[in-house]
């Protein structure tokens, strides 16, 4: 496709400090940002991200481009970056996506507590669907969690269960992702390239689980976006060891809580964010075992989280921009 400045379109598979790999026109163009489209080193990374729809002008024997534009987003997923000295830095990891695939094996490594609810919270907070992905079922599964798995479906989250190793649920998987843009996040290990190759047949570096540890290695180390055969866009990323969802206010996390909505209406304050509100709707739910502990103290704790990054990051309160 080709504007009126007779530039082309394309979309970002991957990019790497202000080098990205675009796909124009059914092929993959190395291209460089414009100079003026990076704003200081700290945000060049936010520029452009896999998924970002772009203007570049090719070179004339056409083997390499610049970008000049990257075009309005619908959406994004984004963090804060984990360099915490460093203070507060956006860090996109993905742009215009249909939905969230969180990857967690049911054991090697070990769910950890809290850590599922997180992701789905940044689906929330940036209004992209997730879907959980429980892989590994092969293997036999972490008891502690185990029972939790089902209660997401009861708030109308997906829920999936694959082997990449037997092939279980891959063809589900795969059904998933067609025509949709998809980005599949979770820890290190727990088979995202794994599944990624099996459902779709493609190539990738799969990392053993450390036998001493039961962690992944970290062997994907960049987002990359792939194009599907049958439509849409798949991107696999690199491990995560945390996730703390970019310029998240209370209240969105409050409601990135789907499951607290109801129990919610019960109680006495509408601006309660149940923690230590008196009459709390939901913790009378937590009480009731309409609710699980376990999700209220996954809310608490990246509440914590929340309130102690106001203080570290600025010293003041954030500013939305
Ligand atoms: N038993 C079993 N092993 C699996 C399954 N899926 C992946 N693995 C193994 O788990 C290990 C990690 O798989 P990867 O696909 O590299 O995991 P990843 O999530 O891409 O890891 P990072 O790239 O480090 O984030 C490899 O040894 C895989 O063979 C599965 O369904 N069952
Ligand atoms: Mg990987
Ligand atoms: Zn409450």
């Known amino acids: 496709m080709t504007n009126e400045d007779g530039r082309m379109q394309g979309v970002v598979l991957r990019a790497h400090s202000g080098h990205c790999r675009v796909l124009c026109e059914h092929r993959e163009v190395d291209c460089r940002l414009r100079g003026r489209l990076k704003q200081g080193r700290q945000e060049a990374r936010t520029v452009a991200v896999a998924g970002d729809r772009v203007e570049l002008e090719m070179a004339p024997d056409g083997s390499t481009g610049v970008i000049e534009a990257v075009l309005p987003r619908t ?7 984990s ?4 203070g507060r830095v956006e860090q996109v990891l993905m742009a215009n996506l249909d939905q969230v695939v969180v990857v967690q094996s049911v054991s090697r490594p070990d769910p950890v507590a809290g850590f599922v609810d997180r992701l789905l919270v940044a689906a929330e907070r940036f209004e992209v669907d997730g879907v959980l992905c429980l892989n590994k079922v092969d293997l036999a599964p972490d008891v502690a969690a185990e029972a939790r798995w089902s209660y997401y479906e009861t708030f109308g989250c997906r829920v999936l269960r694959t082997s990449a190793e037997t092939g279980e649920g891959v063809a589900e998987f795969g059904a998933l992702l067609k025509g949709k ?5 979770g820890a290190s290990g727990t088979g995202k390239s ?11 570096r799969v990392g053993e689980v450390t036998e001493k540890t039961g ?3 970290h062997t994907t180390t960049l987002t990359e976006l792939f194009p599907l055969s ?3 866009f798949i991107a696999d990323s690199p491990g995560i060891r945390g996730f703390d969802a970019w310029d998240l206010e ?6 990135a809580f789907p499951d607290f909505h109801e129990p919610g209406y019960q109680c006495r304050f509408t601006t309660c964010i149940h923690r230590d509100e008196p009459d ?17 103290d996954a809310y608490l704790g990246m509440l914590k989280d929340l309130d102690q990054g106001r203080v570290d990051h600025s010293g003041q309160r954030r500013r939305r921009s």
């Not at 209370?250 to 409601?255: C, G, K, T, V």
Request: positive net charge; hydrophobic residues 40%; glycine residues 10%.
């Open 75 to 81: 959406n994004k997923i984004s963090r804060m970056s």
């Open 83 to 86: 360099k915490r000295d460093r």
């Open 181 to 185: 843009t998809s980005l599949l996040l």
């Open 194 to 204: 794994s599944l990624l190759a099996r459902a779709t047949g493609m190539e990738l």
């Open 215 to 217: 962690l992944g290695r």
């Open 230 to 232: 049958e439509g849409g």
């Open 250 to 255: 209370i209240a969105e996390l409050r409601d």
């Open 280 to 296: 709390c709707g939901v913790k009378a739910a937590v009480t009731a075992g309409r609710i699980p502990s376990w999700r209220l």
